[in-house]
């Protein structure tokens, strides 16, 4: 379970979390400020009342706690990598293009003006030092 303040912009879908790409840092904020660390987490295409398109290959993952650092440390680290890692592949990534090896004709069937950005999305995993 996630504090209510981290999941406060997310969405739901089966048992997974996902922020859009404009509220996934203040999350990952709000998840340190609970001490929570980093599991792992990947893009998405969630369409609403659609499919999930995964796009597993561009994640980000810190390689979980080192033996030598302790939880609090571990947490900020992994804060501080996830973001940095996030916001380059935010710059770096053509998300165009990798929407354009999906097919999105039902979708654009039902509505002309679809445009699979709109549900780009980032599923993040969190641990807290119990889990």
């Known amino acids: 379970m996630l504090p209510p303040d981290v999941i406060e912009k997310a969405t739901l879908r089966g048992q997974e979390y996902s922020w859009s790409p404009d509220s996934f840092i203040e ?3 709000r998840a ?5 660390g980093w599991v792992g987490g990947q893009f998405q295409f969630r369409i609403a009342d659609g499919p999930t398109c995964e796009i597993y290959w561009i994640d980000i993952d810190t390689g979980g706690q080192n033996s030598s650092e302790s939880w609090d440390d571990y947490a900020k680290r992994s804060t501080q990598e996830v973001e940095t890692k996030f916001k380059k592949l935010m710059q770096e990534t ?3 293009k990798e ?5 999105f ?18 599923v993040a995993y969190f641990e807290s ?3």
């Open 32 to 36: 340190a400020k609970h001490g929570l």
């Open 99 to 103: 929407a354009e090896s999906w097919n």
């Open 27 to 29: 999350a990952l904020h």
């Open 129 to 131: 030092e119990t889990s």
């Open 94 to 96: 053509d998300f165009q």
């Open 105 to 122: 004709s039902e979708e654009k069937e039902r509505n002309p003006y679809f445009n699979p950005l709109d549900h780009l999305c980032f």
